[in-house]
């Protein structure tokens, strides 16, 4: 996935760049907003919650950042055009954008999730994503540096399954978000423009909360995890910083839990065992009659 390019950020200079996240009025977005205003980039932050976006953006001002709130649903694709034409008209460009939002859904079987969570989690979680890429990618090619970058929020559960917690339909989103990042990164080297994914572990964020609150059928969304799921909880500022690095050097993947590359390996070997079972079964498989 490597190409020869100059990334705009390889200087880990994001002073006067303008910056564009989305989920940012908490949790990993948040965090990013205020790491990207201490550094002193001018941040558009991006929320579906239009009172906590509007007070996140009066948190950050008060510090002497230059920041802008924008109420706007990521699954909106229309509304997402409109928000990356009004963040090109405050700002006059866009250099970074993070397509951080995102809900879950863990814990019930998935022959028991209802058929509006089903779209409304790959509304948000897939197209979210696409419709971030699409809305500012015009922008990012046309900002006059020669050079931007994309930042996809996926998750630790987009590389592999905890069979116990009922997490299908939540890795299944986030897995879609990987090869769409990979996708995209091939098809903008061109444009020096560089695309991570994200791939977070356990963060301190209002995930759960959030995911709840804005439900379609409201109530609780996560359930059944183990009591000390919120020990040992890293902060949405360390995740910020981890993921400022990655994009300053144009990490295809930005991993927050490095750890968790032997959970990642035993789901793989269930794949290659797969092919090693088919690659022995298939000679013994009687051909199909000719023209049947």
């Known amino acids: 996935m490597s190409q020869t390019r100059q990334p705009l950020f390889a ?4 002073a006067d760049k303008v910056v564009f996240v989305t989920g940012a009025a908490s949790g990993i977005g948040n965090g990013l907003a205020r790491a990207l205003a201490r550094r002193g980039a001018r941040v558009a932050i991006a929320d579906v919650r239009a009172e906590a976006i509007e007070q996140a953006a009066h948190d950050l001002r008060d510090t002497g950042a230059v920041v802008e709130p924008f109420a706007v649903d990521v699954a909106d694709r229309e509304a997402m055009m409109a928000c990356a034409a009004s963040v090109a008209e405050r ?45 500012f990618t015009p922008y990012l090619r046309s900002n006059g540096t020669g050079g931007g970058h994309i930042v996809n929020v996926s998750s630790i559960a987009g590389l592999f399954l905890v069979p116990e917690w009922h997490i299908g339909l939540y890795s299944s989103t986030k897995m879609a978000v990987i090869p769409l990042s990979l996708g995209m990164r091939l098809a903008l080297a061109p444009s020096n423009i560089g695309v991570s994914v994200v791939c977070p572990g356990r963060i301190w964020s209002e995930l759960r909360s959030n995911s709840a609150s804005l439900a379609p059928g409201g109530g609780a969304l996560v359930s059944n995890l183990p009591d000390d ?35 990642v390996a035993e789901y793989h070997k269930l794949i290659e065992d797969e092919f090693a079972y088919w690659k022995s079964a298939l000679p013994d498989i009687p051909a199909a009659p000719k023209g049947g």
Do not use: C, K
């Open 229 to 263: 799921i919120d020990e040992d909880v890293m902060s949405a500022a360390q995740a910020a910083e981890i993921i400022l690095h990655g994009v300053t050097n144009d990490r295809a993947f930005i991993l927050t839990h490095p750890d968790h590359a032997t959970d």
């Open 11 to 14: 200087d880990a200079d994001f």
């Open 91 to 135: 700002f006059g460009a866009v250099h970074l954008v993070i397509n951080n939002a995102g809900i879950a859904q863990v814990g019930t079987p998935l022959d028991q999730v209802d058929e509006r969570t089903y779209r409304w989690m790959f509304d948000v979680n897939v197209h979210g994503v696409t419709n971030g890429m699409a809305a």
